[in-house]
């Protein structure tokens, strides 16, 4: 389950190249499918990229002064057009707002506010948000199967195959 907090009226295009990719900070929320998709687009071994620590299935990019490792210097980013972007790149501009654990895995999402694409572009349309709530549901499944696959005894290594 996916919990949106959005405003419903705004307009957004991404300007990164203005905000020298603001969002791109290091640290980004990742799951054991994003590795695997990474892994597989880069040659990049899972430890050269992301920080492994398990977290109830979330992990987090690797970030180099404080910017995400994969950001060049033009505020592009490496894995665009890769089809290995991580789902939450996939999201702008939203944001990784927590994970609830209960019954349900439930994420919350949240516009990134800072983001000064708000106010340009195309309305934030219905299907837009649909988009949104897809890779949202994309990443709880892939928490989920992450978790499962542990409970079945799988190491993260093998997971990440
Ligand atoms: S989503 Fe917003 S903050 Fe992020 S790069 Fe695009 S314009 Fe900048
Ligand atoms: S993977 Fe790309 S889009 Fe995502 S934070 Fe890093 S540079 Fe930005």
């Known amino acids: ?68 490792l994969f950001l060049r210097s033009d505020s ?15 999201m702008y501009p939203f944001k990784f707002d927590g994970i609830i654990y209960a019954d349900e895995v439930v994420l919350k999402v949240r516009a990134f506010k800072e983001c000064p694409g708000f106010g340009r572009g195309e309305k934030i349309n219905e299907q837009f948000e649909a988009r949104i709530e897809e890779l949202g549901n994309q990443f709880v499944k892939e928490i989920k199967d992450y978790l499962k696959a542990k409970r079945e005894g799988k190491t993260p290594e093998e997971i990440f195959k």
């Open 76 to 90: 592009s980013c490496k894995l665009h057009g890769t089809g290995a972007k991580p789902i939450f790149c996939r």
């Open 1 to 68: 389950m996916v919990l949106i907090y959005s405003e419903p009226s705004a307009k957004w295009r991404c300007v990164f190249r203005e905000c020298k990719a603001l969002c791109c900070s290091g640290g980004k929320e990742i799951t054991a499918g994003d590795i695997k998709r990474i892994a597989a687009a880069t040659g990049l071994s899972p430890d050269e990229f992301a920080e492994l620590e398990d977290d109830k299935g979330l992990f987090r990019l690797r970030s180099v002064d404080g910017a995400c």
